[in-house]
């Protein structure tokens, strides 16, 4: 089993778009299970309007999502931890150090060299224009980590 963890700050506007988006672009693989999380997210808020708006734009659900915190049962059940910005990913070395082998930053992996490396922006208080700019950056970035993701996945002993 796969299991994929989007990493942002709140759990609201970037990573339950990552999640949303790429679980769409994996339903037809197997083995899969996503979900998101944020270093500093408060149980149980909404989805941001702008991401849920974007998702239906994609035919995508986001209106029932309810943002978490990252956990150690996250951060252990995880198989491949993406990071949505470089403070995330320092965050996430800190405070599991036991995971470093698993935790990514999310842009690390595309072949796009004004993206590699870069953090996908927070667009959080921001309008539409902003959260557009962040979703096409989701577009092409996460293409890159399901290769990633199924170049390195051992296939399951039989």
């Known amino acids: 089993m796969k299991n994929v963890l989007f990493v942002c700050t709140g759990n609201t ?3 339950p778009l ?3 988006l790429f679980r769409d672009l994996v339903k037809g693989s197997a083995n ?3 979900q ?3 270093i500093g997210a408060f149980f149980g808020q909404p989805a941001s309007y702008h ?3 974007l998702a239906k ?3 995508l659900d986001l209106s029932k999502h309810h943002s978490q915190a990252v956990t150690i049962e996250l951060v252990d059940r995880a198989t491949h931890i993406f990071a949505l910005g470089r403070s995330h990913f320092v965050a996430l070395l800190d405070d599991y150090p036991e995971a470093e082998d698993k935790i990514y ?5 595309t072949a796009e060299d004004s993206l590699r490396g870069k953090d996908v922006s927070d667009p959080f208080g921001g309008d539409r224009k902003e959260y557009r700019e962040m979703q096409q950056h989701l577009d092409k970035l996460l293409p890159s980590i399901h290769a990633f993701i199924e170049q390195t996945t ?5």
């Open 32 to 34: 899969y299970e996503i």
């Open 36 to 38: 998101s999380a944020g």
């Open 13 to 15: 506007c970037r990573s």
């Open 18 to 20: 990552a999640e949303a």
């Open 51 to 53: 991401s849920v708006a």
């Open 57 to 59: 734009e994609h035919g």
């Open 154 to 158: 051992k296939p399951a002993a039989a």
């Open 105 to 109: 930053l999310l842009s690390e992996f």
